[in-house]
Nanobody, 117 residues
Framework: QVQLAESGGGLVQSGGSLRLSCAAS????????MAWYRQAPGKERAFVSG????????RYGYSSKDRFTLSRDVAETTLFLQMNSLQPEDTATYYC??????????WGHGSMVTISS
């Protein structure tokens, strides 16, 4: 099983930037995919961005493709999400998700991101 530890959330003003990190540990040899999701208060959890760990192919959700950049450190098995031009509607808890080749899914505990107007 893969364990995930997120960091980097916080409070920033509208137009600011934040960088989220998600460090994976445990059975990282079986990683197949990693992704970021977010859940705003009163809303369902939504896909933000993800990477096929085996190939490096990156994909973005509609709301993030112009302002967010996904990257990774393979040696450290860490996923990053650089978020720029943040807006109040980006306020949410951001979750990291890992999927293994055995179709096991793991979720982090979440990192709060609050954007003030």
């Amino acid at each position: 099983q893969v364990q995930l530890a997120e960091s980097g959330g916080g409070l920033v003003q509208s137009g600011g930037s934040l960088r989220l990190s998600c460090a994976a540990s445990g059975s990282t040899f079986s990683l197949y995919d990693m992704a970021w999701y977010r859940q705003a208060p009163g809303k369902e959890r939504a896909f933000v961005s993800g990477i096929r760990w085996t190939t490096g192919n990156i994909r973005y959700g509609y709301s993030s493709k112009d302002r967010f950049t996904l990257s990774r450190d393979v040696a450290e098995t860490t996923l990053f999400l650089q978020m720029n031009s943040l807006q109040p509607e980006d306020t949410a808890t951001y979750y990291c998700k890992a999927e293994t080749e055995y179709c096991d899914n793991s979720w982090g505990h979440g990192s709060m991101v609050t954007i003030s107007s």
